[in-house]
């Protein structure tokens, strides 16, 4: 059972920055890839950024050139480094994991961002 645990979400200023962070357990971090979502009131849950094992990363046009994620394997965790904040991107932010054996997925409960002037 893979388990994981959001953190990082909380009030930023509109032009600002927050980091995310997730840590994973219960599975070999480097048979599974990765992603943050993220779901705004009223709005359907949407990708934001995949990386696999290796590195390689696709994001989301909305958040292309402003978000980064990344993995630290050693560490088995994941971050989301988001600059440039807009009030467009207050979301509950979820990071979810795609292990490479099996169909099951797992998603962790999410952690709010909210972003205002």
């Known amino acids: 059972q893979v388990q994981l645990v959001e953190s990082g979400g909380g009030f930023v200023q509109t032009g600002g920055s927050r980091m995310l962070s997730c840590v994973v357990s219960?599975?070999?971090?480097?048979?599974?890839?990765m992603d943050w979502y993220r779901q705004a009131t009223g709005q359907q849950r949407e990708l934001v950024a995949s990386?696999?094992?290796?590195?390689?990363?696709k994001y989301a046009a909305a958040v292309q050139g402003r978000f980064i994620i990344s993995r630290d394997n050693a560490k088995n965790t994941m971050t989301l480094q988001m600059n440039r904040l807009q009030s467009e991107d207050t979301s509950v932010y979820y990071c979810?994991?795609?292990?490479?054996?099996?169909?099951?997925?797992?998603w962790g409960k999410g952690t709010l961002v909210t972003v205002s002037s």
């Open positions: 990386i696999t094992p290796g590195g390689t990363t």
């Open positions: 979810h994991a795609r292990p490479f054996i099996g169909s099951e997925t797992y």
């Open positions: 219960g599975s070999d971090f480097t048979m599974i890839d």
